[in-house]
């Protein structure tokens, strides 16, 4: 089976940052895709590629844009990186967004658990996003979406659990578990 990891945001406008490396969004999910397609050797069943959004000067048509690739692919399935922020540090937690279809509700508690098993942080559940911040992601393409938000880049527990590589790694590596799980 495909799935398509979409790193959110763009190298012009990189998302949040977390304040303990200095990372964005963009940066640091950069890196967890190349760990992902790394730990696929792990996964022969699954084939993985990375996809990039482009800057355009149009959000929506940035998004058309990368989920037409996606989709252009054949992927199976489509999950979008991201992390969360807020201005409160106490906010914690694990989430994942879907588009609420029966395929998109699956993977997004397989990710649920299988990321809440890797990082150990609060269960903040799945939550369908329709019409909000990141339901055009999980709407675009043909392929079922998700778009995952494994911790908060803002929380000193979020930073502490996702700092060191061979944690980065889990992570990856539980991504790849729960596709396994939903779909294999
Ligand atoms: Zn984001």
């Keep these: 089976m495909k799935l398509a990891i979409v790193v959110g945001h763009n190298a012009r406008a990189q998302g949040a940052v977390r304040p ?29 590629q990375t996809f990039f959004r ?18 252009a692919w054949g992927a199976d399935v489509s999950n979008e990186l991201h992390f969360n922020s807020h201005s409160n540090r106490a906010a914690t ?21 299988r990321m809440g098993e890797a990082l150990g942080l609060k269960d903040r559940g799945v939550k369908i996003r329709r019409h909000e911040r990141g339901s055009e992601s999980l709407m675009s393409g043909r392929a ?3 778009l995952i938000e494994p911790f908060f ?20 590596r539980s991504i790849l578990q729960a596709t396994q799980d939903a779909f294999l």
């Design 20 to 48: 303990d490396t200095g990372e964005t969004e963009f940066a640091w999910n950069s890196k967890l895709a190349g760990l992902i397609e790394d730990e696929a050797r792990l996964f022969p069943q699954i084939k993985v």
């Design 54 to 71: 482009e800057h355009c000067g149009s959000y929506r048509r940035e998004i058309e844009a990368v989920y037409g690739k996606v989709d």
């Design 93 to 113: 937690g694990t989430e994942v967004l879907s588009s609420g279809s029966p395929t998109s509700m699956r993977y997004a508690q397989a990710l649920q658990n």
């Design 144 to 146: 079922p979406a998700v």
């Design 153 to 172: 880049g803002s929380s000193p527990l979020g930073q502490a659990k996702t700092d060191e590589e061979h944690e980065q790694r889990a992570l990856a």
